[in-house]
């Protein structure tokens, strides 16, 4: 399942409204980099903005962005890859205590994962402070990947870029400013540390998914489970767009 800017306006919408997720009264909060940008909060993003909902997860529509999104009979979305160019950038979204953040120690997690597999993870600061670099081997030869998390208020969003943006944050190009629009709605719910927050096709992209279910499907960059572990690597390059 595709989506880009033309074909996303009907499954896209704005802002939710005033809906906020506020703490128990005397419960700490995890403190929030002031930042000019997402990703936001649902509490917090910006109006009048056309954006694709995949529930806990909105992204905005951009010119030039695919958005490809894996999702089972159900809807129930499994990956989310944006696309641009030689770049991809896949996105995953996944509940984290009210006290504290959890990249760091997910972050640990990856680079020992790496590490199991023979791949060494090099630490680099980048916008939303410290990510991994490691350059992985698939079939089709060397991959590097760069991971980057986000820690929100009850949340975490983690990114993975691939392509010339993995090595060079510069050419990431549109795909950032797709990572800045980035809404989470965390919801009110108790969840698991680390549990993916739930995503899902609007109805009508639900009806094409089960229609497309014969289809092949790009591999995926990095499987979100439990918020760590790096997964199977991606082709070189990502799959190209259907005839």
Known sequence: MMFSRGGSGRHARGDRGDRSDRPARGSAQVPQPARSHGPYDISEAPSGVERLDLGSLQIPALPDV???????????VQQV?????????????????????????????????????GVAAEETDGEYGVELRARVRTADG??????????????????????????????????????HGLVVDRGQEAKPVREPLPLRLPKDATEQVQ????EPTPPPVAPPT??????PAPRRRPSPRPR
Not at 226 to 231: C, L, M, Q, T
Request: glycine residues 12%.
């Open 81 to 117: 890859v944006l696309v641009n160019g030689d770049n991809a950038l896949q996105v995953g979204v996944f509940a984290a205590p009210r006290s504290e953040g959890i990249w760091e120690e997910v972050r640990d997690e990856i680079r020992k994962s790496l590490f199991s597999e």
């Open 142 to 179: 060397l991959t590097d990947l760069r991971f980057l998390g986000i820690d929100g208020p009850r949340w975490m969003v983690r990114g993975v870029f691939q392509g010339p943006a993995a090595t060079d944050p510069t050419r990431a190009g549109v795909l950032v400013e797709c990572l």
């Open 211 to 214: 229609q497309q279910q014969a």
């Open 226 to 231: 439990n918020g760590s572990g790096p997964g």
């Open 66 to 76: 695919e958005i490809r999104v894996q999702a089972n009979p159900d809807g129930v």
